[in-house]
């Protein structure tokens, strides 16, 4: 366990904070297409740096399984992340995805050893009592679609919860596999797109800017130094951390003009966030 390498899983909570501003400038960019080419562009990262590194041999004596695994939970979550920000208002649509932290600490104290502890439910609802204060707020002002888009949010915070908390039992596979899963996920993008999406491509520079930034940083390099942190640095930090998610990534779509401050949405975030922050005391102390 590195301090670096604590620093460097913590990057990627940062990156995911632009995660949704980003990704509503990548509009009218159908989600099956922009996982193709942002999964292409984080792939193609892992192959520069395994060239420059460790060589490709690397991957050799992985097991399919684990391929398989982490291609799903990458194409699972984005294709409902990307779809839900579609159909949803977008701060709204972020703070339900950013459950995610919570998830994990609930899923984590059902595995051996561990233990669900009080505060880790009244973490859970004091979260999911901010997740539906957004939900009651919207009422008939959402546009068409608003609440499925809510419910595709929901299940992409599920779906990258398990996929972190399963990640666990794969700690001795090395952090270039994330190239194969992305690689692989962009590929099985590509195959649904052509059969399910009309291609669609960005009206406007920052649209071309947004993709791409997407591709370097929150839907590529970020894999790659969350995979680095979980493996080699402390994992309950970075679990603590990774709880500012929402309350940044709210901030930065306020900032940015793509959310407006009301009183509601930052009682919600501070909710979300609080009762993760919650469930983590609970698990660093023993509470």
């Excluded at 913590?10 to 922009?34: D, H, Y």
């Excluded at 009309?198 to 390099?221: C, F, N, Q």
Aim: with cysteine.
């Amino acid at each position: 366990m590195t301090r670096r390498a604590t620093l460097i899983g913590f990057s990627a909570v940062l990156m995911w904070a632009l995660l949704a501003a980003l990704t509503i400038g990548t509009a009218p960019v159908p989600p099956l297409q922009l996982n193709t080419i942002c999964f292409a562009i984080g792939g193609s990262i892992g192959l520069i740096w395994m060239a420059r590194g460790a060589g490709f041999g690397v991957l050799r004596d992985i097991g399919w399984k684990v391929y398989a695994a982490g291609t799903i939970g990458l194409f699972g979550y984005h294709f409902l992340y990307f779809t839900a920000f579609r159909w949803a208002p977008y701060a709204e649509t972020g703070l339900i995805a950013y459950l995610w932290p919570l998830f994990i600490v609930l899923l984590s104290g059902l595995l051996p050893g561990e233990r669900l502890r009080p505060m880790h439910v009244v973490g859970a609802l004091l979260a999911l009592g901010g997740a539906a204060l957004i939900l009651l707020a919207g009422g008939a002002g959402w546009r068409p679609g608003a609440l499925p888009g809510m419910a595709l949010a929901f299940v992409c915070a599920v779906t990258w919860a398990v996929y972190s908390v399963a990640s666990r039992r794969f700690g001795a596979v090395p952090t270039e596999a994330v190239t194969v899963y992305c690689l692989a996920t962009a590929a099985l993008s590509l195959g649904a797109h052509l059969s399910l999406e009309t291609t669609a491509w960005p009206d406007s520079t920052s649209g071309w800017v947004s993709i791409v930034l997407l591709g370097l940083g929150p839907v590529g390099l970020a894999f790659f130094t969350w995979d680095i942190g979980m493996k080699r640095g402390d994992i309950q930090l970075l679990g603590v951390a990774s709880y500012a998610a929402p309350l940044l990534s709210t901030l930065a779509l306020i900032v940015l003009g793509r959310a407006e401050a009301t009183p509601l949405l930052l009682i919600s975030a501070l909710m979300i966030a609080g009762g993760a922050a919650l469930a983590a005391r609970a698990s660093l102390k023993g509470g």
